[in-house]
Structure formats: structure tokens, C-alpha cells
């Protein structure tokens, strides 16, 4: 069971599922960091989600970077004793990074990611910078990703194959690598060597809705799903996305989930 003491570190905290998740964390007492590019623009998120500036001033510390500086990550995952040289490491990561589409009138071609590679990018320097950390704690990592990427069982409606596996192909190999890196790197992969204690995979049917914690359905409407038996719908909504983590995974430590790739839809 996680304790409002410890410390979770967001990345992508802009981003619909991130942004709710964080927010419930904050109005549970959690403590958090998160990295942001604009960090006024995530204050100004958080405010409208009903926070208040104290709640943020007392338990949110905004660092402003981006996922390739390095440095900025081990700010994010780490957090200095005060009055002591003690360096506390945060005990989970929730991530919900991922490329933006670019629309174009095109049969062949008809969606493009502005980087297409960021999920890959991101876990390669989330590892560096754990790595470069030498922390004895290691920290487990959940992860937003998508349907339609399982080498298990299909995980999507017929409906929406065509979507999925030919124009999502590249955010969706992005994915799928995001996943590869980061059980590599797990103490609970095969090799059982890694700087993650675990790793969760969220595979979300296609996301609708925004943020907003209170326009969602509830976190408990969700059907719920693993890789082998994946519970297969059309859509979910962001926010019931990001409630969902809170309440399974960050409120509980998530230990029971370690390993998993866990399929959300309504």
C-alpha cells in the first residue's frame, strides 16, 4: 500500500489520462513531481481541475524540461531531503507520453505523428537517468499505451483494425517499443536485472474525452482486461483512464499488477 509520503514522478502530465491521474494524486495528499515544457501551462490544468495553489505549492514540484534532457529527468525522479544530503527516489512513474497526429488529405498516407518516436526516446532516457541515478531503491514504471499492439491475441474490434494496424501503424510500433525497453529493464523481466522494480502497461482502447476528472464516467465502469483475456471495446475516456491508475495502481503501490498489460475500455 502506498503512502501519501512517498514520492511519484509524472511525465507527459499535460496529457489527458496523465493530468487526471496526477490530479487525483494531489487530492489525496500524494507528493509529485512532474516534467513539463511549459510549466505554467500544467498549473493552469491542475487550477481548472479544481486545485488549489497551495495544494500545488506544498505537494507539486513542476521541472521545467523535456523528455531528451536528461538532467531534467533525474530532477523529476528525484526529490532532496531538506537540511540533509539525503537524495530520495520516486517510488512510481506514470507516463503518458505520446506523439500528437498531423492530418493530411491522403489516401496513402492520410496521418502523420509529429515525433514518432517519442515512447521509444523516452524510455531509453528515463532508464538512462535511473541508471545514472545509482539509487539502491528502484521504482516501478506505469505506462499509457494502446490496444492493437498484443503479439498474444487481437485486442481490437473488427471495426477498427484497419485504424489500428495501417494508419496507427507508427505511433503503435512506438508503443510496442516503449513496452520492449522498459521490461528489459525490469527486475521482474526474464533476465531479472533492470533499474525498474516493475513495469505496467495501460493498453487503452481509443482514447475520447479530455482531463477533466469530473466529465468522466467512473474509474469502476471500466471493463478490465490482461493481455491473454483482453477485454476489447471501441473507446475510453481519458480522465476514467487516469482514475483508474490512481485507484489500482498509485492509492495501492500496484504490486499485484507488476507485469501486466492491462487492456481499459468502457
Request: proline share 3%; glycine share 10%; hydrophobic share 40%.
Amino acid at each position: 500500500m502506498s503512502s501519501p509520503s512517498q514520492l511519484i514522478a509524472f511525465f507527459g502530465a499535460t496529457g489527458g489520462c496523465t493530468n487526471a491521474c496526477l490530479t487525483h494524486t494531489l487530492q489525496a495528499g500524494f507528493h509529485a513531481t512532474a516534467l513539463a515544457r511549459t510549466p505554467t501551462k500544467l498549473t493552469t490544468m491542475l487550477l481548472a481541475q479544481g486545485l488549489s495553489q497551495s495544494v500545488l505549492d506544498s505537494q507539486l514540484t513542476i521541472v521545467k524540461g523535456d523528455i531528451a534532457n536528461i538532467a531534467a529527468i533525474k530532477a523529476v525522479l528525484t526529490k532532496n531531503t531538506a537540511g540533509t544530503d539525503h537524495v530520495e527516489l520516486a517510488t512510481q512513474i506514470v507516463s503518458g507520453l505520446g506523439a500528437a497526429p498531423i492530418f493530411f488529405k491522403s489516401v496513402t498516407k492520410p496521418v502523420v505523428m509529429d515525433n514518432p518516436n517519442v515512447c521509444e526516446q523516452a524510455s531509453q532516457n528515463i532508464v538512462q537517468a535511473l541508471t545514472e541515478l545509482h539509487h539502491d531503491d528502484k521504482p516501478t514504471i506505469t505506462v499509457v499505451s494502446s490496444t492493437g499492439i498484443s503479439d498474444v491475441k487481437e485486442d481490437v474490434p473488427f471495426g477498427l483494425r484497419f485504424l489500428y494496424h495501417v494508419v496507427l501503424k507508427v505511433p503503435h510500433q512506438d508503443k510496442k517499443r516503449m513496452d520492449e525497453i522498459l521490461n528489459e529493464n525490469a527486475a521482474t523481466s526474464s533476465e531479472g536485472q533492470g533499474v525498474l522494480k516493475g513495469v505496467i502497461v495501460i493498453r487503452a482502447s481509443l482514447l475520447t474525452g479530455d482531463q477533466d476528472v469530473k466529465g468522466g464516467k467512473g474509474w469502476k465502469k471500466l471493463k478490465v482486461g490482461t493481455e491473454d483475456k483482453p477485454a476489447i471495446g471501441y473507446t475510453v475516456r481519458r480522465q476514467d483512464v487516469g482514475e483508474w491508475i490512481f485507484q489500482e495502481i498509485i492509492k495501492t503501490g500496484g504490486e499485484s499488477r507488476l507485469g501486466q498489460r492491462i487492456t481499459l475500455t468502457n
